[in-house]
């Protein structure tokens, strides 16, 4: 099925953004998991997978729209100590959620409300699991100070 092109390029858009946060979250989670921190290896890790499953699912709709698709990640911002791997992801997740809601006005002015009800679930997983778990644990640092939040996480 032919698509309208302004939402495959929007896709592609989102694709390289959805590739380049599965690399950073990637890296992230390995450093995590050398660190000694398994709490964190294990959420963004499963992050991850996640954002490998958002990459797939845009990827299948830019050829099912019959358009090729790029496969370049975005830039990465990758850091090193936790707080700010926390910080990079999250400001990651925020552009992730913005790049989303412009997708999705698109695609309702180009009346394509299949893509929109995919884009939408993205969205929320986004808002409220990606964005939200991350705030929550910038948080707990504030609260709880880095050290305790750190051993928590060991």
């Not at 858009?13 to 380049?20: A, D, I, K, N």
């Not at 299949?114 to 808002?127: S, V």
């Amino acid at each position: 099925m032919k698509g309208n092109q302004d939402v495959i390029n929007c896709l592609i858009t989102l694709l390289r953004g959805e590739l380049g946060a599965r690399d950073q979250y990637f890296l992230h989670s390995r450093l995590y998991e050398d660190m000694g921190y398994g709490k964190l290896y294990e959420r963004i890790n499963h992050e991850m997978e996640e954002e490998t499953q958002h990459a797939d699912a845009i990827l299948k709709r830019i050829l099912f729209l019959e358009g090729k698709p790029d496969m370049t990640p975005t830039t990465i911002y990758p850091a090193f100590t936790v707080p700010d791997m926390l910080a990079a992801d999250l400001k990651l997740e925020y552009e992730v959620r913005d790049n989303l809601a412009n997708a999705i006005a698109l695609c309702e002015q180009r009346n394509d409300f299949q893509t929109r009800e995919m884009l939408l679930l993205q969205l929320k997983d986004t808002e409220e699991d990606h964005a939200y778990w991350l705030e929550q644990q910038l948080r707990l640092i504030q609260m709880v100070g880095l050290q305790n939040y750190l051993q928590s996480q060991a």
